[in-house]
């Protein structure tokens, strides 16, 4: 049950932080998502410090990875909005802003999270 209480307040807490990413960053004019697009960016740099500085020494227990990878960045990273404004690009025709959004944030998603792992070791 605590296990479950940590995930709860982790994710509520990202999500909190997601939601004010986005209405302060995301550009109603252009519709791009650039709220969404750092939020995506800085939860895969934290899950990749927080996991591998937790593979690297004994400080963070599992309920600490729990509260933080799995309930924060959980709450915090945003893959279903993402999809869904992908959605919203193909579904306009703008195949370049989806093609560059897709792109970029795979990319600079999997670099963030090697950069992660980096800063830690």
């Known amino acids: ?11 509520g807490f ?4 997601r939601f004010l990413f986005g209405k302060l960053l995301n550009n109603s004019e252009t519709g791009i ?3 969404t697009f750092l939020a995506n960016i800085i939860g895969s740099l ?3 410090i927080i996991l591998g500085y937790a593979a690297k ?8 990875t729990l ?20 959605h919203v690009f193909l579904k306009s025709g703008d195949f ?3 093609a560059f ?5 795979f990319v600079v998603g999997f670099l963030a999270v090697f950069a992660g792992i980096y800063i830690v070791k």
């Open 96 to 98: 370049t802003s989806f």
């Open 33 to 35: 998502p650039y709220g």
């Open 1 to 11: 049950m605590k296990q479950l209480l940590l995930v709860f307040i982790g994710g």
């Open 57 to 64: 020494s004994e400080a963070l227990t599992e309920n600490h």
């Open 67 to 86: 509260l933080l990878a799995t309930g924060f960045c959980g709450g915090f990273t945003t893959f279903s909005t993402f999809a869904y404004e992908n």
């Open 14 to 17: 990202g999500s909190v932080l």
């Open 101 to 105: 959004y897709t792109i970029a944030s």
């Open 46 to 48: 934290f899950i990749g």
